[in-house]
């Protein structure tokens, strides 16, 4: 069966510091992939998503950026965090129709 | 074109009672449409899906009405209990789109 690992499950950063958050898939090949940012409340917004290693599509122009060395690893950064970085980080990964949620890293920039 | 709009924003139903949430969409190439449920803390987790070729989609206590022609569709929570509290978000995609639209989101409260 297919599982996505989504770490850390916490984090608490400085303005101003790098940023890497990580995700993987197992038990699929060539997944889309997506990284959600879902701020105080409940929206959901795509920040990225990407359907190959190397090809990333951005959705708002912002602090952060999007790799995907491997075809099953997703990596979300940003070279120094803004404040208004804060929130509630979801990975997807996407199988023909269906897309499956990671369990999320809530990001606190101090 | 890419929008979902979702509503109520929060609804607090009685246990055993109905809960209604309402999506609209207005993009027509849409041909997928998911519910997802969230947790406190946790990832949106997926509930139930429907394509347009049918009306209504039922999964235990939770049913999927689409209405094509409206572009609408609803979930329906029929017994609700306060297991069900959570956060619900209806979402959309279709044709060449890798992309899932959200609505926003339903804050559902089952009082005991």
């Known amino acids: 069966s297919q599982t996505i690992h989504q770490w850390p499950a916490t984090l608490v950063q400085p303005v101003g510091s790098p940023l890497s958050l990580e995700c993987t898939v197992e038990g699929t090949s060539n997944p889309n992939l997506y990284w959600y940012r879902q701020a105080a409340g409940r929206g959901l917004q795509l920040l990225f998503y990407?359907?190959?290693?190397?090809?990333i599509s951005s959705e708002v122009p912002q602090n952060l950026s999007a790799s995907r060395p491997q075809d099953r690893q997703f990596i979300l950064s940003s070279k120094k965090l803004l404040l208004s970085d804060s929130g509630f980080y979801l990975c997807?990964?996407?199988?023909?129709?269906?897309?499956?949620f990671g369990q999320g890293t809530r990001l606190t920039v101090v | 074109q890419q929008q979902v709009k979702q509503s109520p924003q929060s609804l607090i139903v009685q246990k055993g009672g109905i809960s209604i949430i309402n999506c609209a969409y207005e993009?027509?190439?849409?041909?997928?449409f998911p519910w997802y449920q969230q947790f406190p803390g946790k990832g949106p987790a997926l509930l139930i899906a429907?394509?347009?070729?049918?009306s209504e989609k039922k999964e235990g206590r939770f049913t999927i009405s689409f209405n094509k022609s409206a572009k609408q569709f609803s979930l329906h929570i029929m017994d609700s209990q306060p297991g069900d509290s959570a956060t619900y978000f209806c979402?959309?995609?279709?044709?060449?789109?890798?992309?899932?639209?959200f609505g926003k989101g339903t804050l559902l409260t089952v009082n005991p």
């Open positions: 993009n027509t190439a849409f041909d997928y």
């Open positions: 997807a990964w996407r199988r023909i129709t269906e897309a499956f």
């Open positions: 429907i394509r347009p070729d049918v």
């Open positions: 979402a959309a995609s279709g044709g060449s789109n890798y992309k899932l639209t």
């Open positions: 990407s359907v190959g290693i190397g090809q």
